[in-house]
């Protein structure tokens, strides 16, 4: 069964120090991987989203991520921290096709220190 | 750019009590889903719909059903509640299936008294 794993619940960064959120997938088939972001009591929010093709992916307000087969792994990150970064951010995992369901990880609440 | 809409955004009801939730996917989308967000949880699916057809289930109780109607909207309606189903409820649109990303709503916000 494909399963997400968020290592850390809590992050905390300093204002411009460099964001790394962790996610893994378990998998004998990689998956579509997404990471998606929440603000308090909002709607999740698509940042960036790895298919097929470049293992780099660029997303919005700064943040990419990395598709690496060989530790099934696609971790968030980011240069430099701002204050405006502080929400939940949840990685995510698809197998396409007509099973499209998402399967979260359990999140990560990024708190951004001035 | 038009988003995802959900009616209504928040919605109180008693135990035992039935509730109707609607969505209305991004114009052109043809794909459906649902999921739950408890209290400090992650989203659970619960639901999906392609072109009007069911395309996936998943811990859905047998209390609530979904559909989607010929102009793509969807109601997710949940039966004879209980506390436990006091949650968020998103619904997401997709153009097609196949890794394609999900755009979602700003949920519902159901609390079962």
């Known amino acids: 069964a494909q399963s997400v794993t968020q290592l850390g619940s809590h992050v905390s960064v300093s204002e411009g120090a460099l964001v790394l959120l962790r996610c893994n997938y378990s998998s004998s088939v990689p998956p579509y991987l997404f990471w998606y972001v929440q603000y308090p009591n909002q709607g999740l929010q698509l940042l960036l989203k790895?298919?097929?093709?470049?293992?780099l992916v660029k997303g919005i307000n700064g943040f990419e991520a990395e598709f690496k087969k060989s530790e099934t792994s696609f971790h968030l990150t980011k240069p430099s921290a701002h204050m405006s970064d502080a929400a939940e951010y949840f990685c995510a995992a698809s197998r396409g096709g007509a099973t499209n369901k998402l399967i979260f990880g359990t999140g990560t609440l990024l708190a951004v220190q001035p | 750019a038009a988003g995802v809409i959900q009616s209504p955004r928040h919605l109180i009801k008693e135990k035992r009590e039935t509730a109707t939730l609607k969505c209305y996917p991004i114009?052109?989308?043809?794909?459906v889903y649902w999921y739950q967000q408890g209290p400090g949880q992650d989203p659970q699916f619960l639901i999906s719909?392609?072109?009007?057809?069911?395309?996936d289930k998943g811990s859905i109780p047998d209390r609530f059903s979904a559909q989607q109607f010929s102009d793509y909207h969807s109601e997710l309606n949940m039966s004879s509640l209980e506390l436990g189903d006091s949650a968020l409820y998103f619904c997401?649109?997709?153009?097609?299936?196949?890794?394609?990303?999900?755009?979602f709503g700003p949920g519902t916000r159901l609390t079962v008294l």
């Open positions: 790895y298919t097929t093709g470049a293992t």
């Open positions: 997401a649109s997709s153009l097609g299936l196949a890794g394609r990303e999900q755009f």
């Open positions: 719909f392609y072109e009007k057809m069911q395309s």
């Open positions: 114009p052109r989308h043809d794909t």
